[in-house]
């Protein structure tokens, strides 16, 4: 077996507010995700949200049913949406090849049997950032690149925040039952992400944090917004954001991060913005 999980369990401001550092940590940061030769998955409780990573090598790897899952095979009742952060790679729905450059995306919808991921440079892997959702139907697989994502450009360098947001499973791109997924990349100089922050009380979301160069890092802040914590992450780190909580973050340096949702709706505008001076 090389696919690997484990499970983090929901959890209310109420607790988070007395967590000391390393507690925090062990509930809402992912480690580990990107091993070569591995499929390691974490099975959130936040809307049974998954996050992982598939890093095929010499051999390819099959995406297994995990055991909290209780299905025949992954997809029995769910969706997911794959983003390539390595070298090309292949992935194989049902028979049908489909292959990802570097931060190509793929939804594979509800139904879908066998998921096979392939490196096509064993020494140079591809990087697969998986998100899965629960779903309720079955969509077709498709493709997304920069070419059909929609793409905005927010923030400015006066306010750290210069960025692109590549919106790539998202409804105008391609029909999913919950999930949302994108890209978002810092401009030179900027460091702010999310910024002003906001909640989303309607859907959890995970931030993957990847282009963080080696000696750097990025202070990731949850919480609510009058009562906000920093996750210090590295590069090829994820961190879960509970439905209450902001997410944003602010880098020593430039970097990238995709972002996944999954809840009650599928509209990517509906946020509670909060105000930056109102923060605490
Ligand atoms: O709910 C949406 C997500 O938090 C992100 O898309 C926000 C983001 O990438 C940014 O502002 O930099
Ligand atoms: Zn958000």
């Given at each position: 077996m090389s696919t690997h999980y484990q499970t983090r369990y929901a959890s209310s401001p109420k607790e988070v507010k007395k967590l000391d550092t390393q507690e925090l940590r062990n509930e809402?940061?992912?480690?580990?995700?990107?091993?070569?030769?591995e499929i390691n998955l974490t099975y959130t409780h936040f809307d049974r949200y998954i996050a992982g990573g598939a890093v095929p090598g010499s051999e390819s790897l099959k995406l297994e049913a995990i055991e909290p899952l209780k299905a025949d095979y992954f997809l029995e009742r769910r969706e997911l949406?794959?983003?390539?952060?390595?070298?090309?790679?292949?992935?194989?729905?049902?028979?049908?090849?489909?292959?990802?450059?570097?931060?190509?995306?793929?939804?594979?919808?509800?139904?879908?049997?066998?998921i096979i991921f392939k490196s096509e440079d064993t020494q140079n892997p591809a990087k697969f950032y998986l998100n899965s959702a629960p779903a309720h139907k079955g969509?077709?697989?498709?493709?997304?690149?920069?070419?059909?994502?929609?793409?905005?450009?927010?923030?400015?360098?006066?306010?750290?925040?210069a960025r692109t947001i590549n919106k790539l499973i998202v409804q105008s791109v391609v029909q999913t039952c919950q999930l949302q997924m994108g890209m978002t990349?810092?401009?030179?100089?900027s460091v702010w992400n999310t910024m002003p922050a906001h909640v989303h009380d309607r859907r959890m979301e995970v931030y993957f944090y990847f282009e963080v160069p080696e000696d750097q890092a990025v202070c990731h802040f949850m919480g609510q917004p009058d009562e906000t914590r920093h996750v210090w992450m590295k590069n090829n780190e994820a961190v879960i954001s509970p439905p209450w909580s902001i997410h944003a973050g602010?880098?020593?340096?430039?970097?990238?991060?995709?972002?996944?949702?999954?809840?009650?709706?599928?509209?990517?505008?509906?946020?509670?913005m909060a105000a930056i001076k109102d923060l605490k």
């Open positions: 809402f940061l992912i480690q580990g995700l990107m091993k070569k030769g949406g794959i983003i390539n952060v390595g070298s090309e790679g292949t992935i194989i729905v049902d028979g049908e090849s489909f292959t990802l450059g570097y931060k190509e995306a793929l939804y594979v919808g509800r139904g879908k049997k066998e969509y077709p697989t498709k493709k997304i690149t920069r070419e059909n994502a929609e793409i905005v450009e927010l923030g400015a360098l006066e306010t750290s925040n990349e810092l401009k030179t100089g602010s880098g020593t340096s430039s970097y990238t991060f995709i972002w996944g949702m999954a809840g009650e709706n599928l509209d990517y505008g509906d946020m509670d």
